[in-house]
């Protein structure tokens, strides 16, 4: 069993930076592959950021390359996003997805563990 707990979020001025970080708890987290998603009210989950576990590589939603970072530290079971120059369209509740059950790494539904998610909100 995995439990996520995200943290990071709040209200911040567009064109700002912003860092989230998500624990995971549980013996296996350095064995799946992790992923962030966002959800903004009346929208579907977006995919923002994943991990690969067995190679590391970092993958990313086409809107957030380029301004998003996303890293991972097995050894404090971590999973953590630098949000660079952030928009209002970024404004979303974020939330890490652990364990990879499919080959898409895009959809929610695909992984088994999933937090409550964190709050971003971008003004202008």
């Known amino acids: 069993q995995v439990q996520l707990v995200e943290s990071g979020g709040k209200l911040v001025q567009a064109g700002e930076s912003l860092r989230l970080s998500c624990k995971a708890s549980?013996?296996?987290?350095?064995?799946?592959?992790v992923a962030w998603f966002r959800q903004a009210p009346g929208k579907e989950p977006e995919f923002v950021a994943g991990?690969?576990?067995?190679?590391?590589?970092?993958y990313y939603g086409e809107s957030m390359k380029g301004r998003f970072i996303v890293s991972r530290d097995n050894g404090q079971k971590t999973l953590d996003l630098q949000m660079n120059s952030l928009k209002n369209e970024d404004t979303a509740r974020y939330y890490c997805a652990a364990q990879l059950l499919g080959t898409d790494y895009s959809r929610p539904s695909n992984y088994g563990y999933r937090g409550q998610g964190t709050l971003v909100t971008v003004s202008s």
């Open positions: 549980g013996h296996s987290f350095r064995s799946y592959t």
């Open positions: 991990v690969s576990w067995a190679s590391s590589t970092p």
